[in-house]
């Protein structure tokens, strides 16, 4: 089986993508319970845009943590892909 991922940055945070799975189409069994095979996927393109920010919290939440002298921050990032 041959997957492959192009991706390309066209502005900060963002991305284009276009994903192949099972570029051979071969018919791969996946599992198997007892007689019933199960196939893998077929051939799929996938292609799209990729969104990515990066937050930060502060707030009353971390005020504990303040008391005994220890910064507290959060950070997230934030992705959003679609198709």
Do not use: Y
């Not at 041959?2 to 940055?9: N, R, S």
């Not at 791969?28 to 990515?52: F, M, R, S, W």
């Not at 707030?59 to 198709?83: H, N, P, T």
């Amino acid at each position: 089986m041959v997957d492959a991922l192009i991706q390309k940055p066209i502005a900060k945070g963002i991305r284009v993508f276009l994903n192949g799975e099972n570029l051979t189409n071969r018919q791969d069994i996946a599992a198997q319970t007892g007689p019933v095979k199960t196939l893998g996927v077929p051939l799929l393109v996938l292609g799209g845009i990729c969104v990515e920010h990066e937050l930060t919290l502060q707030g009353d939440w971390s005020s504990g943590l303040r008391r005994v002298g220890i910064r507290a921050r959060r950070r997230w990032l934030i992705r959003v892909c679609s198709i």
